[in-house]
């Protein structure tokens, strides 16, 4: 019987990583953040030199990552990095180098390696799609990029990080587009997933729709 895998896929700031992580915490699965590793890959560029554009030293760069996911914090060759990889510009690099046919096949093995016993929840754009199209459960979780730009606006008030709701709203919009019409992997809802549309929908109620999904499926 394979490792259980609940494939959560979505667009940015749907609030798909918290409720990811608490479907893993509430069944004690690991957990794997696939926007962090082309985050990292991104920082990891931008540190050696490496064009975010330059798809072939992305793919080589790729396949010596040193990285760790530990107690919260994230390390690239024993930094801790798990701030650096959340600014706007990283956002962008992210976005910029997941375009690339052959740096995604080069993070491939590694985003599997995260499928251990009890089980996993992943989330990213192309879990169910791609990475594990087997997964037991798979999720589309979406909102409306209106209420996404407001809990996003909500969050970096919350932070005492000042903003502009009409500028998150336009670059939403804009890594919606990226993603959405790349031509490998892009966003999209994979036949067999489960819509949870959680615009009107608390943090509490979207996570146990997954759970009580979930265990039908099993
Ligand atoms: O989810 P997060 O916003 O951290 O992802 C950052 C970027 O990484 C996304 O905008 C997307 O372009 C890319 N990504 C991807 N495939 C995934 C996860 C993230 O292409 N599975």
């Given amino acids: ?113 995260f499928r251990k016993a009890p089980g996993l929840v992943a989330d990213g754009r192309d879990m169910a799609t ?11 979780l979406t909102a409306s990029a209106e209420i996404r730009a407001e809990r996003r606006y909500k969050q970096l008030m919350e932070k005492g990080i000042h903003a502009n709701l009409a500028d998150i709203l336009q670059d939403l919009q804009a890594r919606d587009a990226r993603d959405s019409q790349r031509s490998v992997a892009p966003l999209q809802k994979s036949e067999n997933a489960r819509l949870l549309e959680t615009s009107h929908l608390s943090i509490d109620q979207a996570v146990n729709a997954i759970l009580d999904y979930s265990r039908a499926n099993t």
Avoid at 31 to 52: C, E, F, H, T, V
Avoid at 70 to 80: F, K, Q, T
Avoid at 90 to 98: L, T, W
Avoid at 130 to 137: E, N
């Fill in 1 to 113: 019987c394979p490792i259980p895998v609940i494939a959560i896929d979505g667009p940015s700031a749907s609030g798909k990583g918290t409720v990811a992580q608490r479907v893993a915490t509430t069944l004690g699965y690991h957990y794997l953040d696939s926007g962090a590793i082309y985050r990292i890959a991104a920082l990891a560029a931008l540190k050696q030199g490496i064009d975010w554009q330059d798809e072939m030293a992305l793919a080589e760069m790729a396949t010596h990552l040193d990285i760790r996911f530990a107690a919260g914090e994230i390390y690239l060759n024993g930094d801790i990095i798990t701030e650096a990889v959340r600014t706007e510009d990283i956002s962008r690099g992210a976005s910029e180098v997941a375009v690339h046919p052959a740096l995604r096949a080069a993070l491939l093995d590694l985003q599997k390696s």
């Fill in 130 to 140: 791609v990475v594990f199209p087997d997964a037991g459960t798979k999720i589309f």
